[in-house]
């Protein structure tokens, strides 16, 4: 199981995505990403780390195997999350992009393509 943890629901995602997610994972679960306050502190994103730790471990208790996050957002949040979450042997990936940009006069219109999923890796 994937749970998706980002600013992007797997609704929207592209069809070679989802389809690598199902592949890789099976099943994919939408975890909304939260508001991150710009002016919240390191306690703040702890609390919130230690508040999403346990909405993941909730909707994880059935699936512990083939167990995956999809975390993509906030940095400081996204990191500490990762790094509590690999440390209790969940395995937490990103998805890269390529991104094309086409400029026509003031405005830039960027489009991103998905590639791959990529694990993190505190080694």
């Not at 929207?12 to 975890?31: H, P, T």
């Not at 083939?66 to 969940?90: D, P, R």
Request: net charge negative; glycine share 2%; aromatic share 10%.
């Amino acid at each position: 199981m994937l749970i998706n943890l980002s600013n992007h629901p797997s609704t929207q995602w592209d069809e070679n995505q989802i389809n690598q997610a199902k592949n890789l994972y099976g099943n994919v679960i939408d975890l909304s990403f939260p508001f991150i306050d710009p002016d919240g502190d390191e306690e703040y994103i702890r609390n919130l780390t230690e508040e999403y730790f346990e909405k993941i471990m909730e909707i994880s208790k059935n699936h512990s195997s083939n167990l995956a996050v999809h975390l993509m957002g906030e940095m400081t949040f996204a990191f500490q999350l990762a790094a509590k979450l690999l440390k209790n042997n969940i395995a937490c990936i990103a998805s890269t992009t390529e991104r094309s940009v086409v400029e026509n006069q003031n405005t830039k219109i960027s489009k991103f393509r998905f590639v791959r999923f990529r694990r993190y890796d505190l080694t």
